[in-house]
């Protein structure tokens, strides 16, 4: 009865949409899901995330559950996600999408978060990824290895650069700490938004230190292109 109440006073809303939820409806509203524009990329090997990386960097394989359109839909999960502390859209997406990348990642040993700088994480108080890993991790039974690469500069989020300045890596923002155990092992990244792939390849390269590494992608979204 209190939680009815709560929800009358303070109902909860769409973070797509922000109509307010009905109570069968969890996190978004029924309109929004069946709006959600799906890549359907895990069906195809070299598909259009794929393709952002040839020559870039060597992948066993590359995903994005959803197509990032500005004002869309997408992108308002994204902001609610990243800014508002709507950790439990990580979780969802995470649980949609870890049945369909069942069969595609079955060698891989280990899920890599890309990695937030410290001060990064004590300004926003979470990285926007984790829920998202923990979901995949959990229904696939792949641990997580969020000790493994790390952020050694930081800098304006990639929301506040042009295309241009997203690509020009000069000098790599990541690093890999790791031993003998580490080695031969397959990684798989996950992100929020793929766009120019930027943060990948720096990411990517750095695992690629630990000899013997392949490597795989996953991000809840691409940028439409």
Not at 57 to 62: A, G, M, T
Not at 90 to 104: I, V
Not at 142 to 152: E, K, V
Not at 169 to 185: G, I, L, M, Q, Y
Request: net charge positive.
């Amino acid at each position: 009865m209190l939680q009815n109440l709560i929800n009358l006073l303070f109902p909860k809303t769409c973070p797509g949409c922000t109509a307010s939820l009905e109570t069968h409806e969890h996190i978004l509203c029924t309109h929004c899901r069946h709006e959600l524009p799906l890549t359907r990329q895990h069906l195809v090997k070299e598909n259009d995330s794929y393709g952002k990386f040839y020559g870039r960097l060597p992948l066993e394989h590359i995903s994005a559950l959803l197509l990032f359109h500005k004002k869309g839909i997408v992108q308002q999960l994204i902001h609610h996600l990243k800014y508002k502390g709507h950790q439990e859209i990580g979780t969802l997406l995470g649980d949609w999408y870890a049945p369909d990348l069942r069969n595609s990642l079955i060698t891989v040993d280990a899920i890599i978060p890309v990695p937030l700088h410290p001060k990064r994480l004590r300004e926003r108080g979470y990285n926007q990824v984790t829920t998202f890993a923990s979901a995949l991790s959990r229904n696939l039974e792949i641990p997580i290895a969020d000790q493994l690469l790390f952020r050694t500069s930081y800098a304006k989020t990639q929301t506040q650069k042009n295309l241009f300045s997203r690509t020009e890596v000069r000098e790599s923002p990541f690093a890999a700490k790791f031993d003998t155990a580490d080695h031969n092992k397959h990684y798989l990244i996950v992100d929020d938004v793929l766009t120019s792939g930027a943060t990948m390849e720096a990411c990517g390269k750095a695992l690629l230190e630990i000899p013997g590494t392949k490597l795989s992608i996953v991000t809840m979204a691409v940028a439409h292109s």
